[in-house]
Every structure is written in C-alpha cells, then in structure tokens.
C-alpha cells in the first residue's frame, strides 16, 4: 500500500507565475483534501473532494487558485498569478468515508512553494 | 467558534521519560473527534492517535494515549517512555460538523538523550 503521494515535493517559482501540483491519494480513498501550512502554524483547510466533487472551499481559496479531481483518483491544485503570501507547505490528504465509521485523514508529504 | 488550543510551544523532554502534551478545544457540535498528529522535519503528517466525542474510553495506540476529559473540553496527548525519534512538531486537530479539520498551532517536542 503506498500512501498518498504528491509532486513536486519542491517548487521555486517567480511571482506572477502559474503552477499546478498533484495529489495522488490512496487508492479507493473517496475523499482528498487540500491544505496550506505556513511555517509555526497549523494546516488550514482549503477545500475538499467526495469523489470526483468538490464540496467546500475556504474563503482562503481565491479566484486565482483552482482544484480539480477529474475523475475522483488523482487531484490537481493549481494557483494563478502567484504572490510571495503564497510560499507554504501544501498539503494534501485522503480518507475512506464509510457511513457510521470514523474518518481518518491520512497525509502526503506535502509540496514546499517558494515565490520569489 | 470553533478553535484548538496548544499552549506549549515547546518541550525538552529527556529520552525514556513520558511526556504529556496539551491540547483544548471549543466547539458547540453535539459530535465532535479530535486527532494527534505528528510532524518530522520532513513534513508529512503522521496520524497518530484518535478520540471520539462519545467514546467512553481514553484512546490508546502504543505508546500514545489521549487523556480525554469532556467537561474540561481537553484531549492531551501522552508518549510513554519517550524516544529520540520522537522529536517533531505535534498537532491536535478537531473535526466539525463539514469534515474540516481544525488544527492547533502545534507544540515542537525536542528529546534530549
């Protein structure tokens, strides 16, 4: 069983730029979720998905960030035009929602963005 | 509003020894589960440990246990006969009503040999 995985787990980018980085979940996990870690903080949410749809999104997710998971596997999170606020560790993390049983998030190892 | 609190933002700890990390939460759900997870420098989170609002007992995985006391609205976390792989950022997180995690700003545990 290979956890989740995500790429890059590194990206140097110049402001203004785009980039877009992948989430691959574990697999038959029905639900992906994406967080932005800034450095001595926690995770804060950024939005879900309950197989292919995407159900809620923090009022962090502006209109230059966008997130997809096209056919309820792999997810991509893409941010426009980025800004230096935007340098944060990215996290993503899947679960297996079963009715009347605990859901456990389980973690990738994060994707690291640096805008200069 | 709902809000996770960790009031140590660091701990030395010698090797062998137990060490209790706090953890508060607040929240008006009727139904509630709070989680510990734990950060190496490498970054991924490591889900260590789960309690269920309605759970009777204190959880146990291990050498961890969550000391839940509902009235006082606390989930500490405790490592038993603690190791240097031990040594990491630890954060509680409480799942609300819409599945959102909420996160702690965390506790860095560092364990001197």
């Known amino acids: 069983d290979t956890g989740v995985s995500q790429d890059p787990r590194h990206k140097i980018t110049k402001r203004g730029q785009n980039v877009t980085f992948r989430c691959d979940p574990i697999s038959e996990h029905n639900r992906l979720y994406w967080y932005r870690q800034t450095l001595g903080q926690g995770p804060e949410f950024l939005t879900y998905f309950q197989n292919e749809a995407q159900l809620e999104k923090s009022r962090l997710l502006s209109d230059r960030f966008s997130a997809e998971r096209p056919k309820g596997s792999f997810s991509t999170l893409e941010i426009q035009r980025t800004e230096q606020g935007d340098s944060a560790m990215y996290l993503c993390?899947?679960?297996?929602?079963?009715?009347?049983?605990?859901?456990?998030?389980?973690f990738g190892p994060g994707t690291r963005l640096l805008v200069l | 509003a709902q809000k996770i609190t960790q009031t140590q933002p660091g701990m030395f700890v010698q090797e062998k020894e137990a060490v209790t990390l706090d953890c508060t939460y607040d929240t008006s759900d009727p139904s509630y589960g709070l989680f510990w997870y734990k950060q190496p420098s490498s970054g991924e989170m490591i889900f260590l440990i789960y309690q269920g609002s309605y759970d009777q007992q204190n959880a146990t995985e291990g050498r961890y246990s969550l000391n839940f006391q509902k009235a006082r609205k606390s989930a500490n976390l405790v490592i038993s006969a603690s190791q240097l792989g031990d040594s990491a950022m630890y954060f509680c997180?409480?799942?609300?009503?819409?599945?959102?995690?909420?996160w702690g700003a965390g506790t860095k545990l560092i364990i001197k040999p």
């Open positions: 997180a409480m799942e609300n009503s819409n599945y959102q995690l909420i």
């Open positions: 993390a899947s679960s297996l929602v079963l009715a009347g049983e605990q859901e456990t998030q389980y």
